[in-house]
């Protein structure tokens, strides 16, 4: 392999605006609290839901319930209300072409991710899926990109992360990875800047170039 990337799944393949938040919606009032609108949940997409759920509830019991009931509709029906970024086909196929190893680093459900990406046919450029596991391990992003390394057998130093929040960054971070941010996800540039991202991609378009680059660095340094 040139090099490998590592891809985050929700912002960044993939749009999942409409199931997560029509899930979430469903696990609050499951638990008895009127939720709040589709837009105000926004900014929880991203992070561990089960970080979400406490911060919202305030409970760790409450915040466990309600996890359990986003996953049933989410796993039912929410995980394909979903739709491809445009221009990621291509990018994630040039990079592949290009030889570097792809994988998918994402803190949702590995069973509900290895489903998506299959779904919307981008197992092929893949080598393999990773996610958090059903007891809550890996959801973290930096204990993820961890396994991920160790797993794989991946030179840090060679391993670039693309993401639209905070987490991929920081996470990365922790195992000196660097990120490209992406700003067509759910993060924004000042986020994704202030969490050390080494690069911000306006357009998939522009992500084979940028991952050449930062790799390319590293090589021509070691």
Same mark, same amino acid.
């Given at each position: ?14 749009? *999942? ?30 992070? *561990? ?29 929410? =995980? ?22 792809? @994988?998918?680093?994402? /803190? =949702? ?10 779904? @919307?046919?981008?197992?092929?450029? @893949? ?13 973290? =992003? ?43 996800? @759910? ?16 357009? *998939? ?11 390319? =660095?590293?090589?021509?340094? /070691?």
């Amino acid at each position: 392999m040139r090099g490998s990337v590592l891809f985050d799944l929700d912002g960044t393949l993939t749009n *999942p605006f409409t199931g997560i938040t029509n899930s979430m919606q469903h696990a609050l009032r499951e638990v008895g609290l009127e939720p709040p609108l589709v837009d105000q949940l926004r900014r929880y997409i991203g992070p *561990p839901l089960q970080v979400t759920f406490r911060e919202i509830l305030g409970d760790d019991a409450r915040a466990a319930e309600a996890l359990g009931h986003y996953r049933q509709r989410y796993g039912e029906a929410g =995980k394909f209300e979903n739709e491809l970024i445009p221009g990621i086909v291509e990018a994630v196929q040039a990079l592949s072409d290009a030889g570097y190893g792809l @994988f998918v680093a994402t /803190s =949702k459900l590995e069973t509900y991710s290895v489903e998506i990406v299959q779904h @919307f046919g981008l197992s092929p450029f @893949f080598r393999r899926v990773h996610g958090s596991a059903w007891d809550g391990s890996r959801a973290d =992003k930096g204990e993820l990109i961890r396994h991920i390394l160790e797993t794989e057998g991946l030179d840090p130093s060679r391993t670039v992360m693309v993401g639209d929040r905070l987490h991929d960054a920081l996470g990365a971070a922790m195992n000196d990875v660097r990120t490209i941010g992406v700003l067509w996800g @759910f993060g924004d540039r000042a986020e994704l800047e202030g969490a050390g991202a080494a690069g911000i991609a306006a357009s *998939p378009a522009e992500l084979p170039e940028m991952v050449g680059d930062l790799i390319g =660095k590293a090589s021509s340094t /070691s």
